[in-house]
C-alpha cells in the first residue's frame, strides 16, 4: 500500500472519457493537458473534486520553445501499437494488416519519387511495444529511415520533423502541439472502434489533420500538400484545443504538487 500523496504526472493526453478512473483515494492529483480531456474525465471518470488540475503537461514547455520549428527535411511515420500482436510469432505478424500497410507505404513507389525530388526523408519509428518486429521492414529507398528504439528520441523526432504520419496514437496531440501538420493513416481499425464508444474524442470531429483508410489517396494527399503549416480547418481546431499554450507547464505541476502539502 502507497502512503504519502498519490500524483499522476501524465504522459499524454488521453482521448477517454474515463481512460483512467478513481477507486477511493487511487489518486491525489492528476494533471491534465486539455480543456476537452478535463471536461470529459471530470464527467465520466468518478474523481472526487479538485483530483483533477487543468494545469498542463510538463513535457510541453520544452514542445513550446520549439513552437514552428522543422530541423530536418523529413515526415515521420509513427504508427502505434496493437494488443492483439502482444504474443504474435515473427510467422504470424508478416501476415499482419499492421505489417502489410506500414510496409506499403514505406515501399510506395509514387511516394519514393516526390521524396527523392524535394530531397525529402520518410522517417519510420513504431511503437516501443512493436520494436520486436522492426527488423522485418525493409526497403531499398534511400529516402526512407527506419528507426529503432535505440537509435531515436522521440521528442526530438517530434521536434524535426515537418509532418507527421500517424494512426490512433495520441504522440499526435505533441506533434499538433507545436503548429505542424498531422495526417490520420487509419488502418487496421479494430482495436480503435472497439475503444471508440467510451472516447470524447472522435476523428470527425476533433483530428487535427485529415484521416484516410487508403494509402494511395494518402500519398496523393501528400503529394499536394503544403508542409509549412495545417490547413485552416486544423489550424482552428489546433487553437481551440490547446487553449492553455505557454511555457508554465512545470510551474504550474510544481505549484499544484505543493498545494497538497498546505
Given at each position: ?22 477507486s ?107 520494436q ?10 534511400e ?27 495520441s ?15 487509419l ?76
Open positions: 500500500m502507497v502512503r504519502g500523496k498519490k500524483i499522476l504526472v501524465d504522459h499524454c493526453v488521453r482521448r477517454g472519457n474515463a481512460s483512467i478512473s478513481q477511493g483515494s487511487w489518486v491525489d492529483l492528476m494533471a491534465i493537458g486539455i480543456q476537452k480531456q478535463y471536461d470529459a474525465m471530470r464527467e465520466h471518470a468518478g474523481f472526487k473534486d479538485g483530483v483533477l488540475r487543468l494545469i498542463g503537461l510538463a513535457r510541453f514547455d520544452n514542445l513550446y520553445k520549439n513552437i514552428g520549428k522543422a530541423t530536418k527535411p523529413h515526415i515521420l511515420f509513427m504508427p502505434t501499437w496493437r494488443m492483439k500482436y502482444t504474443h504474435y510469432t515473427e510467422k504470424q505478424f508478416l501476415k499482419s494488416e499492421y505489417y502489410q500497410q506500414c510496409l506499403k507505404l514505406i515501399t510506395d513507389k509514387k511516394l519514393d519519387d516526390f521524396l527523392g525530388r524535394n530531397k525529402l526523408k520518410l522517417v519510420f519509428y513504431t511503437h516501443i511495444e512493436m520486436k518486429f522492426i527488423h522485418l521492414f525493409k526497403t531499398d529507398s529516402n526512407v529511415i527506419i528507426l529503432d528504439a535505440k537509435s531515436a528520441i522521440v521528442e526530438d523526432l517530434l521536434i524535426e520533423s515537418r509532418v507527421m504520419i500517424t494512426d490512433y496514437s504522440v499526435f496531440f505533441d506533434f499538433s502541439y507545436l503548429n505542424k501538420p498531422v495526417i490520420y493513416f488502418f487496421d481499425n479494430d482495436e480503435n472502434e472497439a475503444a471508440s464508444k467510451n472516447m470524447w474524442f472522435t476523428y470527425e470531429k476533433d483530428a487535427l489533420g485529415p484521416c484516410f483508410y487508403d494509402e494511395e489517396k494518402m500519398v496523393d494527399y501528400i503529394l499536394n500538400m503544403d508542409m509549412s503549416k495545417p490547413e485552416k480547418l486544423y489550424a482552428q481546431r489546433n487553437a481551440e484545443t490547446f487553449n492553455l499554450k505557454d511555457d508554465k507547464n512545470c510551474e504550474r505541476n510544481y505549484e499544484a504538487i505543493m498545494s497538497l502539502f498546505n
